[in-house]
């Protein structure tokens, strides 16, 4: 049975993160990412608290649409309703708790629950009771609704829920990363998600991946056979001169911008893209550039972005675009899921390029996602050596905060963005 230790004190958590600009140095003990109370400190001060994602709205297309979510430990369903409002309840049954909808996906104006049967419509309402009559004249059905997260909000497609209902509202929270949420769903008119769910676990901390999803610098070492495939099979190459930047958006937000050297179906043709494809690619960034001038829309096209909203969710807008979760089950287990978002209307064969280069990168089985699992459970069998080596390095670039040069993506401001945050909400 797991023991449930107390919540450090504050003296305690304050130790875990080292911030020292001055003298040069910014460090994380290893405890932090290994102790089962710390991860239940996290559950508390930062899943209870923040605005996390649950999906974007375009995964449920038509009304009745419902998707099954694990969002905070909390089973969730997301569900268009009957009235066409998209909504995110509590899936627990209101009678004695079981779990009213027990399958990925359907679709549904009211689901019944397998137990006793109590029946919900898509708008919450408790609307089935059987043997009404057995509860008596006082049992009054409104009182058992579904219920919902203390707060649901949509930003351009994207819907977060947060478990605070004194938390500020979505957009609030999310600051200035909303720029670069917009800077994905301009990418065309329509955005979509791809139907279809990658979910896979690793035995590793939830912050090391969440670091190592805006980590600039491991590319080249540790994905060597996705760059050299990617050179082979299509002749681009990473260049270390290129230009880059890394920002620290506020509040643990975080963004890298980079100029990769693949293709982008929005809208950067490159040969790979095939010639096919070439006309529809350009001609969708002249649109880009029509609708928003040249420079915004050079920003949409031409770079591409790995963005953190605070705590777990990752946008990987490269050769594709990806949404990611990141999900802690314990301190040493975490969860991903991710799907891809895509132009809602483009050809087959750029949709085709999009999956291919989606799922060669980036896919569970793909020629990186598995490095990047390797080398965060690498770290966390590494974390059993803690007494004796205590402490990370996440320095990288500190001096820029003393002089105010600008960041580049191979520097870790954004993991530091990261941590700071980390280290208020836990520490406070
Ligand atoms: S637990 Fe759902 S009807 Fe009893
Ligand atoms: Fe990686």
Known sequence: MTQILPPPTATETAEYVQDRVDEGYFRVNRAALVDEQVYEAELRSIFDHSWLYVGHESELPKTGDYLSRTVANRPLIFWRATDGTVRVYLNTCRHRGAMLCRVPTGNARGLSCFYHAWTYASTGELTGLPDAGG?????????????????????????????????????????????YLDLVADQSPEMEIVTGTHEYAMDANWKLFVENSLDGYHLLPLHRTYFDYLKEAEGSYMDPRQETRAEDLGTGHAVITVEGPWARPVARWRPAMGEENREYIEQQRRALDEKFGAERGRRIAETDRNLLIFPNLIINDIMGVVV??????????????????????????VRSRRLDSFVTFQGPGGLASPDDNEACESCQLGFAAREEVRWSDISRGIHKERTGEPFVASDEIQQRAFWRQWQRLVAS
Do not use: H, M, N
């Open 135 to 179: 509860y008596g004249p006082d049992f009054d059905r409104s009182r058992f609704s579904l219920r919902s997260p203390a707060r649901v909000e949509s930003y351009r497609g994207f819907v977060f829920c947060c478990f605070d209902g004194d938390a500020p509202d979505l957009a609030t929270y999310l600051g200035r990363a909303a720029d």
């Open 324 to 349: 990611r979760t990141i999900t802690p089950v314990s301190a040493g287990r975490t969860v991903v899921s991710q799907w891809t978002l895509a132009t809602k209307g483009e050809p087959e064969s």
